[in-house]
């Protein structure tokens, strides 16, 4: 059974930064696309980032180009997303997504709804002065 733990959130200013990671136990990496996805209060589910299963293609939301960046490190079987220049509107619970897609050279921000993905259970992020 696939795991996705998350960790890194907090509370930080605006302008600051912050390194999510997710851990994934029970299977590779390169079996998954991992994709990070973002609910703000009141919103939906937003794809922030993914990175396809071969590490070859990364994406990003508009919102955060040039801001965040995604990364993986297949010895200890773990995707990273690196926050900077956070904004308020960045606020929100991040999960950590995983689809089974054996070394695909492609992820996507928003897949079919009925696709069946594992789910982490999300880290708080909150910037706010």
């Known amino acids: 059974q696939l795991q996705l733990v998350e960790s890194g959130g907090g509370l930080v200013h605006p302008g600051g930064s912050l390194r999510l990671s997710c851990v994934v136990s029970g299977s590779a990496l390169v079996d998954f696309d991992i994709g990070w996805v973002r609910q703000a209060p009141g919103k939906e589910r937003e794809g922030v980032s993914c990175?396809?299963?071969?590490?070859?293609?990364?994406k990003y939301a508009d919102s955060v180009k040039g801001r965040f960046t995604i990364s993986r490190d297949k010895a200890k079987n773990t995707v990273y997303l690196q926050m900077n220049s956070l904004k308020p509107e960045d606020t929100g619970i991040y999960y950590c997504?995983?689809?089974?897609?054996?070394?695909?050279?492609?992820?996507?921000?928003?897949?079919?709804?009925?696709?069946?993905?594992?789910w982490g259970q999300g880290t708080q992020v909150t910037v706010s002065s």
């Open positions: 990175i396809s299963a071969s590490g070859k293609n990364m």
């Open positions: 997504s995983a689809f089974w897609t054996p070394y695909s050279h492609m992820c996507t921000l928003a897949p079919d709804k009925g696709r069946l993905d594992y």
